[in-house]
């Protein structure tokens, strides 16, 4: 953990980083692409609507011997509908059947009590109708649009509209990869579905705005430095937050892996299974598009404004003329003047070369008994 804390503190202060915006390209791919596939699974197999949208029947049994598909093929005999049955904690089982009435819920109701040995009065019988199951889907998609609008005109007001058109990417992302996942696994989507999607929307936008606010104070007055353009504040950014969305990303998958695979898979509760694999789904999601597809949108569309554009310029210009001036400082040590050699010095004096060659001269002092002894070669 004191290496994680350790490894958090450094991307904060910018020591290391990850080039999350200089490779956005390569997870723009990834990211059309999973979308592509989760629209081609919505297309070919759709959604496994449950008898909440469509209308239909629910039979819940006691503890019974009989297994999940003696199940399932007495009820599509009876109802000449397909069914969906699950195995519940409790031994007993639970079986929808859609498109029947009431006087076809009875019906089904002895048939599974017949082929299943148990009594008819302990099988649970529900009953929804289909104008009950549209009235649901049109207010989860009114709630849903409502909730995206009023994320936009936050985001706008608190941050700026390109933070809050790359968020609103962000969530259409999410939403589009959870919902394929559920096309492409055949769960059942269900009221809690609806939930869970709900859940996550708010989730990642929590993630997001995280980032935003990070890249926020981080690009005060980024116009007045010549250090740092905005791609590279922006990335920054990404990675001052990464440890803390890691943190909190794995945090919140741990209880809901457990009720994905435990309450759902080991237990059979179908509910946790609908509410569960949207979060996991979703979690995941948000969490990648808050730091490979929200803040480089940000930085793609930041960067197309003349201030930034002219910023970018500057930063580049002056990098680059820094360098020169590295490069003819390494120039000029590698060509330091060579001192002249005492022995070569002493040979050109003799042979007449040049002063400037030889070096300096050396004065000699006059001797003070020049003179003496000779005569002075006056006339007498």
Known sequence: M?????????????????????????????????TITAIVALAVQGLNLGIEFKGGAVFTT????ASVSQAREAAEDASGHQSIVQKLG???LRIQVSGVD???????????????????????????????????????????GVFMVLCVI???????????????????????????????????????TVIGLLTILGYSLYDTVVVFDSLKEQSKGITKQTKQTYSEVANLSINSTLVRSINTTVVALLPVAGLLFIGGGVLGAGMLNDISLSLF????????SSIFIATPLVA??????????????????????????????????????????????????????????VGQRRTQPQSRNRGRGRPSGKRR
């Open 102 to 144: 009431t006087a076809k819920s009875d019906q089904i109701k002895e048939v599974l009590s017949e082929d299943l040995s148990v009594p008819a009065n302990d099988i649970n019988a529900e009953l929804v109708g289909p104008s009950w199951g549209a009235q649901i889907a049109n207010k989860a998609w009114m709630g849903l």
């Open 62 to 65: 006691p503890k019974t011997e």
């Open 281 to 288: 789904v979703g979690l995941a999601a948000g969490a990648y």
């Open 154 to 192: 936050y985001l706008a007001i608190a941050f700026e509209w390109r933070m809050a058109v790359a968020a609103l990417i962000a969530l259409i992302h999410d939403i589009t990869i959870t919902v394929g996942v559920y096309a492409l696994v055949g769960f059942e989507v269900t009221p809690g």
């Open 300 to 357: 793609d569309l930041k960067e197309r404004e003349p201030q930034m554009k002219a910023l970018t310029k500057r930063v580049l210009a002056k990098r680059a003329q820094a360098a020169a001036k590295s490069e003819a400082e390494a120039a000029g040590q590698d060509e330091e003047p060579r001192e002249p050699d005492p022995v070569d010095a002493t040979a050109g004096a003799t042979a007449g070369a040049a002063p400037g060659v």
């Open 2 to 34: 004191s290496k994680l804390g350790n490894l958090g503190a450094r991307l904060y202060r910018g020591e290391v980083g990850y080039d999350f915006i200089g490779k956005r390209k390569v997870y723009y791919g990834i990211s059309i692409l999973i």
């Open 90 to 92: 409790n031994g007993g």
